[in-house]
């Protein structure tokens, strides 16, 4: 499904020398694999998570997306790409803030050609278990809902893939918790799914844990 | 896309930052608002004086001044031109002593012939008009304006009274329709009217009428008869190429087009304010704008992860600013109305609102949006996702 080959990216700095994050990674993902990415902070998973996530080019290399070449869309194309096939969690939630949780969840369809957007919402909040939340502020939510309403948006669009960036990094350990066993569940349910963590308790219940050090990625036994 | 859903979001925000929409909107009201309430009281003004114009000049017609003007010019003038329709000469007494029953006052009288209820368009609302006879006998008759009869009579009938006019007896046979005060300021209800023959030989001593009204039957072509009409007075005369005429000539055109100048004038002069403050509505919107792009960094980027292209982003700036200046333009349509109705209550000029210029107000409303928002779109839809996220 994910296909990278020789991938690298160095970020010019000025009066700086040039820093070479990634130095050739390869890595594949299959459908269905639920796969943590760990490493020490300032090691590049960002930057790998961008580039799996089309919102960033790698300077060299070879990024195949369900057999196409990412190298060769448009802008336009890779914005499409982002909306029909992946889903985006972050650690800072990323919610706008005077909007209520089921609009939070129906942008994605915004830029898509969805019907019953609505609908489709509340389902995904349901999906989470936030169905008495829909029209909650953010400012309403406990921090752990708020990241359960951005995985809501994450899959309101059937994404082939969930990307989420230390989705736990801003939850205390119970919430934390309750996020995974939310991903362990998607994932039985058949989500492709791809995520950061600093924590090892975390990375742990993966089914497969890759570490960035160096530039490099390799995989870590589990 | 769905714009349905893009809309409705936008509007959501725009209700839900609502300060934020009001700094946006406030300018855009004020510079709609002076558009509207500006030009419609400036068209109501127009109206008014024109149809003042009209009620005094008619359409269609001609007027000739001249010390030297007599009878004999206006016969010559209407056995010549076949479009002359009806002609009367008019004889300024000015300002007389006015006296009834030991009462004295002064009053602007007139000469007239029998036709001047027709060609000056003033007929009598009550008692009768000036007939052949009279002019031939040159009687000591007299129709008074409305307002002059009620300060002289009271509630009491005028009609068969005698009042002196320079010490002359005449006797009232008619009261004026009323037309109110001229655009010069001259109350016209106050007027005197006798017959041109009485005025010329028993108040005054002359062969001259000074001036006379002709009405011509195609209002289109009033400038072309007037230019004729000078040729013969000019013949008449005996002035020579170069010479300076001892006449003047207006037609009721050159009256409209004096007026219509007057308010061009006032209109360019709304216009340019409403502009300004349109102007200043576009540098505030831009302003306000570009500080909340910062704060709205983090919604582009998302926006972008999601999935919207570069324009869409661009589009969606434009059409929240676009929508908050359209809002703008119909409250400012609002109160412009409101202003105007107030104003012209107060002055007592009509209002005329017009189908173009709430279009002007709207289409204005949305251009200062547009254009205010071309500069923060373009800054949003360039950002980087990957540093908005940051
Ligand atoms: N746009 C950029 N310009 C310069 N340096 C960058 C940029 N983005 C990331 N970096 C640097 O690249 C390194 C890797 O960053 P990142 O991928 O965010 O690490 P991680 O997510 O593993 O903590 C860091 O040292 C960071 O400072
Ligand atoms: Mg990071």
Redesign the interface.
């Known amino acids: 499904m994910i296909q990278l080959r020789k991938i690298s990216k160095t970020f010019e700095r000025p009066g700086e020398r040039a820093l070479h994050v990634l130095k050739g990674v390869d890595f594949n993902v299959e459908q269905g694999e639920f796969v943590a990415i760990v490493g020490p902070s300032g090691s590049g998973k960002t930057t790998l998570m961008?580039i799996l996530?089309l919102?960033?080019r790698p300077d060299s290399g070879d990024y195949q997306l369900l057999g196409s070449q990412v190298s060769a869309m448009s802008?336009?194309e890779l914005?499409?790409t982002?909306?029909?096939t992946i889903g985006?969690v972050?650690q800072?939630f990323?919610l706008?803030p005077?909007?209520t949780a089921t609009?939070n969840v129906?942008?994605?369809?915004?830029?898509?050609?969805?019907r019953d957007?609505v609908k489709k919402a509340v389902n995904a909040l349901c999906r989470v278990g936030l169905e008495e939340r829909l029209s909650h502020f953010p400012s309403e939510l406990s921090g752990g809902q708020q990241q359960r309403v951005a995985i809501a948006?994450a899959l309101v669009n059937d994404p082939e893939v969930i990307l989420a960036d230390e989705p736990t990094g801003n939850l205390d350990q119970e919430s934390g918790q309750q996020v995974m066993d939310l991903f362990l569940e998607l994932n039985r349910a058949g989500s492709t799914i791809l995520f950061i963590t600093h924590d090892q308790k975390i990375a742990d219940q993966a089914s497969r844990v890759v570490r960035i050090d160096n530039g490099c990625l390799t995989a870590s036994l589990n | 896309m769905n714009w349905k859903l893009l809309l409705a979001g936008s509007f959501k925000l725009m209700s839900r930052y609502k300060l934020r929409t009001f700094f946006m909107g406030f300018a855009v009201v004020v510079g709609v608002a002076t558009l509207i309430a500006g030009r419609a009281l400036s068209t109501g003004s127009e109206q008014q004086i024109m149809q003042r114009v009209n009620q005094m000049f008619g359409p269609g017609t001609i007027l000739i001044f001249s010390s030297t003007l007599n009878n004999a010019d206006l016969e010559a003038i209407d056995q010549q031109l076949e479009q002359v329709i009806s002609w009367s000469p008019r004889f300024t007494l000015g300002e007389l002593d006015i006296s009834y029953q030991g009462a004295d006052r002064q009053a602007a009288v007139y000469g007239h012939s029998e036709r001047a209820d027709f060609v000056w368009n003033r007929d009598v609302i009550d008692g009768r008009f000036f007939t052949n006879d009279d002019l031939v006998r040159s009687a000591r008759i007299a129709l008074i304006g409305t307002r002059l009869a009620e300060t002289l009579f009271g509630s009491t009938s005028p009609i068969g009274e005698e009042i002196l006019i320079d010490a002359i007896p005449f006797s009232i046979v008619g009261i004026l329709e009323p037309v109110g005060i001229d655009p010069h300021g001259e109350d016209r209800d106050e007027d005197i009217y006798v017959p041109i023959t009485t005025a010329m030989r028993r108040l005054s001593n002359t062969d001259y009428v000074g001036s006379a009204k002709i009405v011509v039957s195609n209002h289109q072509m009033v400038d072309q008869d007037a230019e004729q009409i000078a040729e013969i007075m000019r013949e008449r005369h005996l002035i020579v190429a170069g010479e300076a005429d001892d006449f003047a000539i207006y037609t009721s055109k050159f009256a409209g087009r004096s007026v219509a100048r007057a308010n061009q004038v006032l209109d360019v002069y709304l216009m340019v304010a409403a502009g300004v403050v349109l102007l200043l509505a576009a540098v505030v919107i831009s302003s306000i704008m570009l500080v909340i792009m910062r704060e709205r960094i983090a919604e582009i980027g998302l926006r972008k992860a999601i999935g919207a292209t570069q324009l869409q982003i661009s589009q969606q700036f434009l059409i929240e600013v676009a929508s908050v200046t359209l809002a703008a333009g119909v409250a400012g349509i609002g109160l412009g109305i409101a202003v105007a109705s107030l104003i012209s209550k107060n002055i007592d000029v009509p209002m005329v609102i017009s189908a173009q210029s709430i279009i002007l107000g709207l289409a204005s409303a949305v251009v200062v949006g547009v254009v205010s928002g071309i500069a923060p779109a373009r800054k949003a839809a360039a950002l980087d996702p990957v540093e908005a996220l940051r």
């Open positions: 961008n996530g919102l960033d802008a336009t914005a499409k982002r909306n029909a985006f972050f800072q990323h706008l005077r909007v609009e129906e942008l994605p369809l915004v830029y898509s050609d969805a957007t948006r």
